[in-house]
C-alpha cells in the first residue's frame, strides 16, 4: 500500500510543477512608422533580451548614446540606414539617442527600458521613418524630401485640375501664347496664380527639351532668403507644404510638355530678402532643380 502511495506522488508531482510555474508573457510587439521630424523627440519602447531597428530615410553617419553603459546602438555601412538599439542592462534603465545623417539632419530618440520586472508592456520593435511632403535645397549639400506620389495618367491631357481647384478654368500657361520659359534641358513656365483664404493655387508647364527621357518628381514651393554680402550667397531654403497637387505627366520623352497646378498654404510673412520659388527638378538630377519665382501675393487678374 505504502508503494502505491509512493508511485501516486511521484505521478502527481510533475501536475504540480506545471502548475506553479509562470507563464511566459510574451512582449506586445509594435511596429512604428511617423513622419521625420527634427523639433520633436521620440520615446522609444525597448526589453531586455530584445533588438529594436530603427529605419531612416536617408544614410546614417553617426550614432551617440547617453548612457551607453545601460544601451547599446549598433550600425554598419552594409546597412547604412539601420540603427539597431537594445538595453544592457536587466534593470530599469532611460537615456537618450542622437543619429544624425548623412546630410545633417539630427533625429532625437528617448529610450526607455522597463527592465525584467516589468514584461507586460509595449516593445517597438521597428521604428520607420519616412521624409515629410517637402524637399530642402542648402549651399554646400541638398537633401530632398519627395511628396507622396499621385496616381500617373497614361497620357498628355489637354486639362488638368486639382480636385480642389475642379471649378476653375484651363490652366494658365495653355491659354499664355508667350510662356517664359526658363530651364535649360528642362524648361518651366508659370502660369496664372490665385489665392483664396490664405490658399494659393500655381499653374505651371514643364518642357522636356532635352534628347532623352525624363522623370519628374513632385513639384515643391520654398521660401529662399539669401545673405547681405556682395555675392548675394543663399543661406537657407524653407519648405512650405503642400496641400495637393497635379500633373499631366510626370515620364516625359524628348519635346514632350506637361501642364500642373499645385496648391498650399501661403505663409502670414516673409523677410525682405526671402522670395517664393516654385521648384521642378529631374529624379537623375536632384540637385540640379528649375527655380521660377512665384508672386508672394496672388495679383489680380491670376498673372504673375
Not at 539630427?106 to 526607455?112: A, F, R
Not at 497637387?245 to 496648391?263: H, N
Amino acid at each position: 500500500m505504502k508503494t502505491c502511495w509512493f508511485f501516486a506522488h511521484l505521478i502527481m508531482l510533475p501536475c504540480c510543477w506545471a502548475q506553479t510555474e509562470s507563464p511566459r508573457v510574451l512582449p506586445d510587439g509594435r511596429i512604428l512608422r511617423l513622419t521625420l521630424d527634427t523639433q520633436s523627440v521620440t520615446v522609444l519602447h525597448l526589453r531586455p533580451g530584445y533588438v529594436s531597428s530603427v529605419r531612416l530615410p536617408e544614410d546614417v553617419s553617426s550614432v551617440v548614446l547617453g548612457n551607453p553603459s545601460t544601451f547599446k546602438a549598433e550600425h554598419s555601412d552594409a546597412e547604412p540606414r539601420l540603427v539597431f538599439l537594445k538595453p544592457a542592462s536587466a534593470s530599469r534603465s532611460e537615456t537618450n539617442a542622437l543619429i544624425t545623417t548623412t546630410t545633417g539632419r539630427e533625429i532625437s530618440l528617448h529610450l526607455v527600458s522597463a527592465g525584467n520586472s516589468d514584461r507586460s508592456g509595449a516593445v517597438d520593435f521597428v521604428l520607420e521613418y519616412d521624409l515629410p511632403h517637402s524637399f530642402l535645397l542648402g549651399t554646400s549639400q541638398s537633401s530632398f524630401v519627395i511628396s507622396d506620389t499621385k496616381s500617373l495618367v497614361p497620357e498628355p491631357l489637354l486639362r488638368v485640375v486639382a480636385p480642389t481647384i475642379s471649378s476653375q478654368e484651363p490652366l494658365g500657361p495653355q491659354r499664355d501664347p508667350n510662356l517664359r520659359w526658363q530651364g535649360k534641358l528642362l524648361q518651366v513656365a508659370v502660369g496664372r496664380i490665385t489665392e483664396k483664404d490664405q490658399q494659393m493655387t500655381v499653374e505651371f508647364s514643364v518642357l522636356n527639351a532635352s534628347s532623352k527621357t525624363i522623370e519628374l518628381l513632385p513639384p515643391q514651393i520654398q521660401l529662399t532668403g539669401t545673405s547681405n554680402d556682395k555675392h548675394k550667397k543663399t543661406v537657407k531654403a524653407d519648405p512650405v507644404p503642400i496641400k495637393d497637387y497635379t500633373m499631366a505627366m510626370r515620364r516625359l520623352p524628348p519635346g514632350a510638355r506637361a501642364d500642373g497646378v499645385v496648391v498650399f498654404d501661403r505663409p502670414y510673412f516673409k523677410e525682405s530678402r526671402e522670395k517664393m520659388v516654385l521648384q521642378i527638378a529631374q529624379a537623375e538630377n536632384i540637385d540640379q532643380p528649375v527655380l521660377i519665382p512665384v508672386s508672394f501675393v496672388a495679383p489680380e487678374g491670376g498673372l504673375r
